[in-house]
T-cell receptor, first 113, second 110 residues
Framework: DTEVTQTPKHLVMGMTNKKSLKCEQH?????MYWYKQKAKKPPELMFV???????INESVPSRFSPECPNSSLLNLHLHALQPEDSALYLC????????????FGPGTRLTVL | RKEVEQDPGPFNVPEGATVAFNCTYS??????FFWYRQDCRKEPKLLMS???SGNEDGRFTAQLNRASQYISLLIRDSKLSDSATYLC???????????FGTGTRLQVTL
């Protein structure tokens, strides 16, 4: 079963709110990712966790804070976001290496007011 | 030169047509290559990995040309359901991550 789940599906938040996005996979994958995708653009890598350790941070602003509580879960904590952060946030996982085939969750569509 | 380049299209083709997309990449050290398909407002889904020897899956054929640093995707007997954006994805060499092309939009019409 190649399934990555994400919650919530949609999120609307104000610029002073704190919220979290959640991602889960039960495929035994050891690498997990957060991507941001704006309309008509490709996914843009934000963070990579490999064996529960942060291995890549693509110079993402600190208002985005990732967390990997265990090998199946990945969170993205959001605080003091800007309207330009509105986008589709995609979680993905892969068996081990960051260059293995990645499987994507359905995404969280975020709107920042 | 961009790391991964694709013609954004759109490619408008009639049902039953054969259509081909190319994608060029800049890092000669790249080892992993993929085609993903993304429907409007949905997540990318793996269509196929691309191997050095080329590979075929039903109506879809992928090829890799290392000398010219491009990969291709051929779709035969296009169906309406093939309408989507096709993303070329390449390993970033020493960066140990995947890099996505901007995607090629395909619209198959009756």
């Amino acid at each position: 079963d190649t399934e990555v789940t994400q919650t919530p599906k949609h999120l609307v938040m104000g610029m002073t709110n704190k919220k979290s996005l959640k991602c889960e996979q039960h495929m035994g994958h050891r690498a997990m990712y957060w991507y941001k995708q704006k309309a008509k653009k490709p996914p843009e890598l934000m963070f990579v966790y490999s064996y529960e350790k942060l291995s890549i941070n693509e110079s993402v602003p600190s208002r985005f804070s990732p967390e990997c509580p265990n090998s199946s879960l990945l969170n993205l904590h959001l605080h003091a976001l800007q309207p330009e952060d509105s986008a589709l946030y995609l979680c993905a996982s892969s068996p081990g290496r960051a260059t293995d085939t990645q499987y994507f969750g359905p995404g969280t569509r975020l709107t920042v007011l | 030169r961009k790391e991964v380049e694709q013609d954004p299209g759109p490619f408008n083709v009639p049902e039953g047509a054969t259509v081909a997309f190319n994608c060029t990449y800049s890092n000669s050290a790249s080892q992993s290559f993929f085609w993903y398909r993304q429907d409007c407002r949905k997540e990318p889904k793996l269509l196929m990995s691309v191997y050095s020897s080329g590979n075929e899956d039903g109506r879809f054929t992928a090829q890799l040309n290392r000398a010219s640093q491009y990969i291709s995707l051929l779709i035969r007997d296009s169906k309406l359901s093939d309408s989507a954006t096709y993303l070329c994805v390449v390993e970033g060499g020493t960066a140990s991550k995947l890099t996505f092309g901007t995607g090629t939009r395909l619209q198959v019409t009756l």
